[in-house]
C-alpha cells in the first residue's frame, strides 16, 4: 500500500515538474516576457459573464476555451536584442524512500549553449545558488535570433537540456530548470504506459503544448514524438494533466532511443508549430509546442 501510494505521488510529482519549465523558456517572437509558472491559474473556470470572442459560434458554450491562435502560421522572427540574459531556478525530483520531493538543485552546473556546445558553442557556464537560483551571463546574439539551449548537470543526477519553443530574441525571467535524481529515475518508466524501467541507453523527452500567449492547452491536442532515424512513433508516452490538472498540457515520453526527435501537436484541425529536439542517452530533454513563432 505504501508503495502505491509513493507511486502516485511520483506521477503527480513528475508531470508536474518535467512539464512546467517548459513555458518560461518559450518566447513569442516579439520579445515579450513570459508567464510566471508559479503565477498561473490553469484550472479556473471562465467567468459566466466573460464576454465570447466576437466570432466565436453563436452556441458556443459559455466555458469553451478561449486560446490564442493569432501566431499560427506566423514567420520566423528575424532579429533580436544585442544580448539575451537568461535567469531562473534549479530543481531535482529525488525520493526519500518511497516518497518523491522537488527541492533546489542547488550547485549544479547551468550552461547556456548553442549546437554541440563544444568551443565557440560553448556560451558560458553559471552555478545554481544556495537558493536555487541562477542567471547566465549577457548571451551575444549578432541582433540575430538566437538558436540556443541550456543544459544542467550535477553529481548524482541525470543531465537535463532545455530548449525553448523558437529562438531567444531577448531576456528570458522565470527559466526553471529540472533534474532527476539516480534514485527517481530508477522508477519513472514504471509510470508510463507498458511499465519498462527506464533505461540508462535512453533518454526522456518531455513537451508542454500552449497556445500564442503560452497558456498551457489543458485537453483536446494530439501529440507525437517521431524518432526521425528510424521513423518510429515513440508510444510510452504519459499525458502528465491526468495526474495533476497544474500539469495540464504537457506530455512526457520515456524510452526515447537517443537521436533526433521531431515533437508535434495538433489542436481542433490545426497544426501546431513542429520542432526537433535531440534524445540523449540518460538524459532528460524538455521543450514546448506553441502554434507558431
Request: with cysteine; hydrophobic share 40%; charged share 10%.
Amino acid at each position: 500500500m505504501r508503495y502505491e501510494a509513493g507511486m502516485s505521488n511520483v506521477r503527480a510529482l513528475l508531470s508536474l515538474a518535467l512539464v512546467v519549465p517548459l513555458v518560461a523558456c518559450g518566447d513569442d517572437g516579439g520579445g515579450s516576457t513570459p508567464i510566471d509558472a508559479s503565477q498561473q491559474t490553469i484550472d479556473a473556470p471562465l467567468a459566466i459573464d466573460a464576454p465570447l470572442p466576437i466570432d466565436a459560434p453563436i452556441d458556443a458554450p459559455v466555458d469553451a476555451p478561449n486560446y490564442d491562435f493569432s501566431c499560427l502560421g506566423n514567420s520566423a522572427p528575424t532579429t533580436a536584442t544585442a544580448t539575451v540574459t537568461l535567469t531562473g531556478f534549479g530543481r531535482e525530483l529525488t525520493l526519500n524512500g518511497a516518497t518523491p520531493s522537488l527541492q533546489a538543485a542547488t550547485n549544479a552546473t547551468i550552461t547556456a549553449c548553442k549546437g554541440d556546445c563544444e568551443g565557440a558553442n560553448n556560451l558560458g557556464s553559471t552555478f545554481v545558488s544556495s537558493s536555487g537560483t541562477f542567471s547566465t551571463a549577457s548571451l551575444a546574439t549578432g541582433n540575430t535570433p538566437l538558436d540556443g539551449h541550456l543544459r544542467a548537470s550535477k553529481t548524482g543526477n541525470w543531465p537535463t537540456r532545455l530548449y525553448p519553443a523558437s529562438p531567444l530574441v531577448a531576456d528570458q525571467a522565470n527559466v526553471p530548470v529540472l533534474m532527476i535524481t539516480n534514485s527517481a529515475v530508477g522508477i519513472i518508466g514504471l509510470v508510463a504506459p507498458g511499465n519498462q524501467t527506464q533505461s540508462a541507453n535512453n533518454g526522456i523527452v518531455g513537451m508542454f503544448v500552449t497556445d500564442c500567449s503560452n497558456e498551457p492547452i489543458a485537453s483536446g491536442a494530439t501529440v507525437t514524438f517521431t524518432h526521425i532515424g528510424t521513423n518510429t512513433e515513440i508510444t510510452s508516452v504519459i499525458n502528465a494533466g491526468q495526474f495533476t490538472g497544474q500539469a495540464a498540457g504537457g506530455y512526457i515520453a520515456t524510452n526515447v532511443p537517443p537521436g533526433d526527435v521531431t515533437v508535434a501537436a495538433s489542436y481542433n484541425g490545426m497544426v501546431l508549430r513542429a520542432h526537433v529536439v535531440p534524445s540523449v542517452a540518460s538524459t532528460v530533454t524538455t521543450t514546448q509546442i506553441r502554434p507558431g513563432w
